[in-house]
């Protein structure tokens, strides 16, 4: 499905992304106003009509205000737990790694090397395109290092006593990914920016009708509100693309599990 967030992240430094709401709804408040100043003439404005319209505002804006902060806080949270599954993702990686180092078998030896090259098309194949589409070399590589597990001929006590815990160590590094690969497909539903922007549009609209005579203290006033809003709205926009942009998940653990596997 398109998804303007994800060009707007593409094509544009996260600090201009955070201010193409705010510029853009202040644009809107400014043309509508003007329309609404010729359509509606002064002498046709009654105290109940301000009345209305200010209530309407107030309501309006502090209702936008509520939704905005509790998602703002549900995709701050959601964005921490990617965070965690990618540190757990990559503990795992090392585990499963210790546990072949343990077994000191050819077979193991082999699945080592397959393991890094799995880690490496992680960070440098997968991640670069997450949220768009999966690696299919990264996929290739799982597949081998799963493969692997039929070549791994335990004889030993202790290679007998660890069989387990490595079969069960891949299970949990292939789970991962796909939980990774999940998450990045994730996100607010499509109906719920639906609503928002058009949540948004209906707040530039009445603002814009109190804004059609107003006084200059008027116009700053709701001016500097809808900017808050709309850097608000501009906030959970970035953040509920956790794997784009500046503000991301970062693959840092990953490379670290990289490096220790290269070390032993």
Request: glycine residues 2%; proline residues 3%; negative net charge.
């Amino acid at each position: 499905m398109f998804d303007i967030h994800n060009v707007l992240l593409t094509a544009l430094p996260e600090w201009a992304v955070l201010w193409v709401y705010p510029i853009a709804a202040i644009s809107a408040l400014f043309l509508l106003s003007l329309v609404f100043r010729k359509l509606i003439p002064s002498e046709s404005l009654y105290d109940s009509d301000t009345d209305v319209v200010d209530t309407a505002t107030q309501n309006s804006i502090s209702a936008a205000y509520v939704i905005m902060g509790f998602t703002l806080v549900l995709v701050m949270g959601t964005a921490d737990s990617y965070d965690t599954n990618v540190m757990t993702e990559a503990t795992q990686i090392e585990s499963l790694d210790r546990l072949l180092l343990l077994d000191a078998s050819k077979p193991a030896e082999n699945m080592r090397k397959d393991l890094l090259s799995y880690a490496n098309s992680i960070v440098n194949d997968e991640w670069p395109n997450l949220g768009i589409s999966s690696s299919a070399q990264t996929s290739h590589l799982m597949q081998k290092l799963s493969n692997n597990l039929q070549n791994l001929d335990p004889t030993t006590s202790q290679q007998k006593l660890i069989y387990t815990d490595i079969v069960r160590k891949t299970d949990q590094v292939i789970l991962s990914r796909e939980i990774r690969l999940l998450n990045a497909n994730g996100g607010l539903p499509q109906l719920f920016w639906t609503i928002s922007y058009l949540y948004l549009f209906c707040v530039v609209i009445i603002c814009a009708l109190r804004l059609s005579h107003a006084t200059t203290t008027r116009v700053i006033a709701i001016g500097t509100q809808l900017t808050m809003l709309s850097l608000i709205f501009s906030a959970v926009m970035i953040i509920d693309h956790p794997y784009a942009g500046n503000t991301k998940v970062s693959e840092a653990p990953i490379v670290k599990a990289i490096e220790a596997i290269k070390s032993r």
